[in-house]
């Protein structure tokens, strides 16, 4: 290798290293300069919903913070489907889901006769759709919601069953109910 041939290859390297090095203070600025721009926390709205019109078996669907939220009015067939189907689901005891500490319990819920969750399904983020414990028997399941795209089933407390493309429950938003019959959405419910 000639003088002329190493001098070039030095140089390469020089030039390499010197532009991996401004790639890397490049990032860092972005990274740091993003994290400084930015506030911390982000400031959740709440929003109140009247549910006292909502007789058992009924749900309703509301926009709240960019995402559809469901709250449904659980009536007695379907707590009596849940507890018939409840070996078939995938984590019965929602230790993988997303909810209040608070309604960590086997509705999944401020009061066993309600259920309130994001409307949407856990794997795909596809909407869901209700279904009555009368029309999901002739199917050889209990009811719940159903996605839209790939009929991932959950129960009513919004826990998947077993063998689903989904392996979480419906994720449970902060709410607390208010004593006059309202859900107040982006409020932390109080703990036990």
Same mark, same amino acid.
């Given at each position: 290798?000639?003088?002329?041939?190493?001098? +070039?290859? &030095?140089?390469?390297? &020089?030039?390499?290293?010197?532009?991996?090095?401004?790639? +890397?203070?490049? !990032?860092?600025?972005?990274? +740091?300069?993003?994290?400084?721009?930015?506030?911390?926390?982000?400031?959740? !709205?709440?929003?109140?919903?009247? +549910?006292?019109? !909502?007789?058992?078996?009924?749900?309703?669907?509301?926009?709240?913070?960019?995402?559809?939220?469901? &709250?449904? =009015?659980?009536?007695?067939?379907?707590?009596?489907?849940?507890?018939?189907?409840?070996?078939? !689901?995938?984590?019965?005891?929602?230790?993988?889901?997303?909810?209040?500490?608070?309604?960590?319990?086997?509705?999944?819920?401020?009061a066993p006769d309600l259920f309130v969750?994001?409307?949407?399904?856990?794997?795909?983020?596809c909407r869901l759709d209700l279904v009555?414990?009368? *029309?999901?028997?002739?199917?050889?399941?209990?009811?719940?919601?159903?996605?839209?795209?790939?009929?991932?089933?959950?129960?009513?407390?919004? =826990?998947?069953?077993?063998?689903?493309?989904?392996?979480?429950?419906?994720? &449970?938003?902060?709410? =607390?109910?208010?004593?006059?019959?309202?859900? *107040?959405?982006?409020?932390?419910?109080?703990?036990?």
């Open positions: 290798m000639t003088t002329e041939e190493s001098d +070039i290859r &030095v140089y390469y390297r &020089v030039a390499l290293k010197l532009m991996a090095l401004l790639g +890397i203070l490049a !990032l860092a600025y972005a990274m +740091i300069s993003g994290f400084l721009s930015e506030p911390r926390t982000s400031h959740v !709205l709440t929003q109140s919903v009247d +549910i006292t019109s !909502l007789a058992p078996g009924e749900m309703l669907e509301v926009e709240w913070s960019g995402r559809p939220v469901l &709250v449904l =009015r659980r009536d007695e067939g379907m707590a009596m489907a849940d507890a018939t189907f409840a070996e078939r !689901l995938y984590d019965p005891g929602s230790r993988f889901s997303r909810q209040p500490r608070a309604y960590r319990n086997a509705h999944r819920s401020a969750a994001f409307a949407t399904g856990t794997d795909l983020g009555p414990p009368e *029309i999901a028997a002739e199917q050889g399941w209990g009811g719940g919601f159903v996605d839209r795209c790939r009929g991932g089933r959950y129960d009513f407390a919004g =826990r998947v069953h077993d063998g689903q493309a989904a392996r979480r429950n419906l994720e &449970v938003p902060d709410y =607390r109910l208010h004593p006059d019959g309202r859900v *107040i959405l982006g409020e932390t419910p109080a703990s036990d």
